[in-house]
């Protein structure tokens, strides 16, 4: 998505440095990771702002539509779910993929028609129209998009196998459908940060879904502990490796004084 929108070099090790780096920081001050990210690309590589901002906000809405749909399909073609849970479920999930999927849509009609708005100051409009322009491009290249998705489901379909076999190994006995539902609520606390990294938000919500879904809150709190973990171990780990050579380029690049 970077290159498709103009990125150059940047090579796939040095990508690694700062997505690494940036969810690391992520862990210490709300988005502060993704203003690191922002701020790097645009002063090392000459990446815009509103490319930076563009692409986050379309791999999110994507990832997002990709846990819902399978949701939702899942909850239409199965009969499955407490009753009276399971309906109201399965209501709220379709309702949420139907205005998920328009909302790019309906951003971009917006954004059109304030275009013709005169009183709207141009240092604010031009990166709103460069981020609604570059969801359409970018959705019209349906070799890009084919690629994003297939991605995006095999990096769903990763955590909800390991979700799955963290729910064996504590002793629990559950059915694939309700661990696509619990993974698709902790994908969902990943975007809506309140605290850094929303530690211990996520892992309460992972409890209270468990819990309605039968699995119990307990079980569900571990899990989604385990999970992240996982994850503090490895951004910690790689982060603090590729943090370093950050470091030792800034001070090697940094001008000298007198």
């Known amino acids: 998505m ?5 990125l150059k070099d940047l090579s796939p090790s040095g990508w690694l440095r700062i997505y690494f780096v940036s969810r690391l920081v992520n862990f210490v001050v709300i988005q502060g990771g993704n203003l690191y990210r922002l701020v790097l690309l645009k002063k090392k590589y000459n990446f815009s702002y ?9 791999l999110i809405w994507l990832n997002a539509s990709i846990a819902l749909l399978v949701s ?5 073609t199965i009969e499955w779910g407490p009753e009276g849970f399971g309906d109201s479920l399965r209501v709220w999930s379709v309702a949420g993929l139907v205005i998920l999927l328009l909302a790019p ?10 275009k013709y708005l005169p ?10 129209l460069k981020i609604a322009n570059h969801f359409v491009v970018t959705m019209k290249n349906n070799r890009l998009m084919l690629k994003i998705t297939f991605l995006s489901c ?8 390991a979700n799955y076999f963290s729910f064996r190994a504590l002793g629990q006995t559950v059915d694939v459908v309700a661990v696509c539902i ?14 850094p990294g929303n530690i211990g938000l996520s892992e309460l919500v992972g409890g209270l879904v468990s819990e309605q879904l039968g699995i119990g809150f307990g079980n569900g709190l571990l899990v989604s502990g385990i999970m992240r973990m996982i994850e503090i171990l490895m951004i910690m780990l790689f982060g603090l490796f590729y943090g370093k ?9 940094r001008p000298k004084e007198g």
Request: no cysteine; net charge positive.
């Open 72 to 76: 939702s399909y899942i909850l239409i």
């Open 2 to 6: 970077l290159i498709s929108a103009g």
């Open 50 to 58: 509103a490319d930076s901002i563009g692409i986050t906000a379309l």
């Open 182 to 195: 619990f993974t698709a609520a902790f994908v969902f606390t990943r975007y809506i940060n309140i605290v």
């Open 154 to 161: 095999i990096n769903f379909f990763f955590f909800v196998g």
């Open 119 to 128: 009183a709207l100051p141009t240092k604010i409009l031009e990166p709103v």
């Open 105 to 114: 849509v309906l951003l971009v009609r917006a954004v059109m028609a304030f």
């Open 245 to 253: 050579f950050l470091l030792l380029e800034y001070f090697r690049n």
